[in-house]
Every structure is written in C-alpha cells, then in structure tokens.
C-alpha cells in the first residue's frame, strides 16, 4: 500500500505561484508513475500533470502546459507540482496520485484508472 499526502495549497492572486508536494509513505515510489489530478466544484475530475515511471518523460494537460511542473525528489519519496501564472480557473481541489502498472502513452498517464493510490487532495484557490 502507498500512502500520500499532499500539501501547499492555499490562497493565492492571480498570476501568483504554488508548489505542491505529495509525501509517500508505505512503498518506494521511484518507479511508479506519478499524476497530479484537480478536481473544480460541480465538475468532473481532471488530470493536470503526469511523470512516467521511469521519470524520463512528463506529460501535462493543454491548459497547463508551460506553467506547471511536475518534479520528484527520490530521497524524499517526494511529488513536486510547481505552479507559475495562476489563473482563476486554476481553483481546485489538487489531488496527488500513483500507479502501480507502468503507462506506454501519453493517454495512459492522463487517465484516472492508472493509479491506484490517491491522496485526499489540497485546495488552490486563485482570486483575479
């Protein structure tokens, strides 16, 4: 079992950044594929920012692509998302996620059912 944790979310103006962390405890998650997910109110989840297993490559989603960055910290079984530029419609619940099965694609790593193992999410709220 992996066991995460996110932290860094808050309050922030627009413009603004955040760096996310996502702490895993219970497994050494150096091989695992690692996702970041965001959940707005009333709408469905969506995938934000992805590391693949072998932390060679990383894939993001259009709207955040050149803003956000997706990082690892081996010795701290550590997550990084950093978040530069914030908009409003960044606001949500940030949720931390890792797979057990490698991903081959760049639709692999955007897809919830790749990972197994969820954190309880950190909120980002971004005022204009």
């Known amino acids: 079992q992996v066991q995460l944790v996110e932290s860094g979310g808050g309050l922030v103006q627009a413009g603004g950044s955040l760096r996310l962390s996502c702490a895993a405890s219970g497994r050494i998650i150096n091989n695992y594929p690692m996702g970041w997910f965001r959940q707005a109110p009333g709408k469905e989840r969506e995938f934000v920012a992805a590391i693949s297993w072998s932390r060679i490559n990383t894939f993001y989603a259009d709207s955040v692509k050149g803003r956000f960055a997706i990082s690892t910290y081996n010795a701290k079984n550590t997550v990084f998302l950093q978040m530069n530029s914030l908009k409003p419609e960044d606001t949500a619940v940030y949720y931390c996620?890792?797979?057990?099965?490698?991903?081959?694609?760049?639709?692999?790593?955007?897809?919830?059912?790749?990972?197994?193992?969820w954190g309880q999410g950190t909120q980002v709220t971004v005022s204009s």
């Open positions: 996620a890792a797979g057990r099965n490698p991903g081959y694609s760049a639709l692999d790593y955007s897809t919830p059912r790749l990972y197994a193992y």
